[in-house]
């Protein structure tokens, strides 16, 4: 698995194909294997890299020291941007919507498009039960580990305070086997998803920060699922409705981790877009 060194350490990533690029972000507690489903049925002629961003479930610690914070984050996205010197960067969101906030942090200059599936947004920082969990094992002493470790626990993890709202189907064991590895193993990954889990989230900076998508200038595909609770099916409309070029499509059926309830959906729409945008099209 290919890596690159930025300020704040290692960041390991996968790509294939060749083209324009499209990087796709995952949301907190994941990596890159949460669009295993949807990633071959991508139209060809793209570029598609997938890094591992430091949320929880990455392979190598970050350096000590390193801001975490979602302003920190954004940070790692630009320079990761820049290290694989990607332009015109096709904006891939999911589940964490911290990466939203590259705008409002003057660091979005390698984006030129974005897709936003249901992430956090507006004030929704930490999302609904299953991020007011986190929060709590994040200020509990060995709080983090106990978490990790109920999340193997299937029914457990199907219960709404942990994975149950996230996707319609429960999910597979060795997927979140593969997610839980890392924090289990070393204490540095979960220092570093504590840090990250501390960050100051205050309403008004983060409904501040998201509405400055207004100035985004470039097109966006807003794809929101219709039901479930953690991402407010409205927040998607919203987004939509700020960002200049933005346009809405809602998805049935699926709850947050869209593309594992429906990834021909998921992967229909997002070819759409890219060819679209390739060809001219509108």
């Known amino acids: 698995m290919p890596a690159v060194d930025i300020a704040a350490g290692r960041i390991h990533y996968v790509e294939r194909g060749d083209g324009p690029p499209v990087v796709l972000l995952h949301g907190l507690l994941m990596n890159h294997t949460v669009w295993d489903r949807v990633i071959d049925l991508l139209p060809s002629g793209f570029r598609y890299v997938l890094p591992d961003l430091p949320l929880g479930a990455h392979a ?106 996230m996707a319609r189907e429960p999910l597979p064991d060795d997927l979140v086997r593969e997610w839980t590895e890392p924090a289990l193993h070393d204490k540095a990954i979960r220092r570093d998803l504590i840090k990250y889990a501390k960050s100051d989230f205050r309403g008004p900076e983060l409904i501040a920060n998201t509405e400055a998508l207004q100035h985004f200038s470039g097109d966006a595909l807003v794809l929101w699922s219709s039901a479930g609770k953690v991402m407010p099916r409205d927040h998607g409309r919203r987004l939509a409705e700020l960002l200049p070029k933005g346009r809405l499509v809602e998805i049935d059926d699926a709850y947050v981790l869209s593309m594992l309830d429906r990834p021909d959906v998921v992967a229909e729409a997002m070819a759409a877009f890219l060819t679209n945008q390739r060809t001219g099209a509108v």
């Open 60 to 165: 190598t610690p970050m350096n000590p020291g390193t801001d975490l914070s979602l302003r920190g984050q954004n940070q790692i996205i630009a320079d990761f941007l820049d290290a694989l010197d990607l332009r015109e960067v096709t904006l891939v969101h999911s589940d964490w919507g911290g990466g939203l906030f590259l705008t409002a942090y003057g660091l979005d200059q390698r984006v030129a498009r974005l897709i936003a599936l249901p992430c956090e947004a507006f004030d929704n920082f930490p999302p609904g039960l299953p991020g007011k969990m986190v929060a709590i094992a994040v200020a509990i002493p060995g709080g983090v580990a106990l978490a990790l470790r109920q999340l193997r626990i299937r029914f457990l993890r199907n219960s709404p305070l942990l994975m149950g709202m």
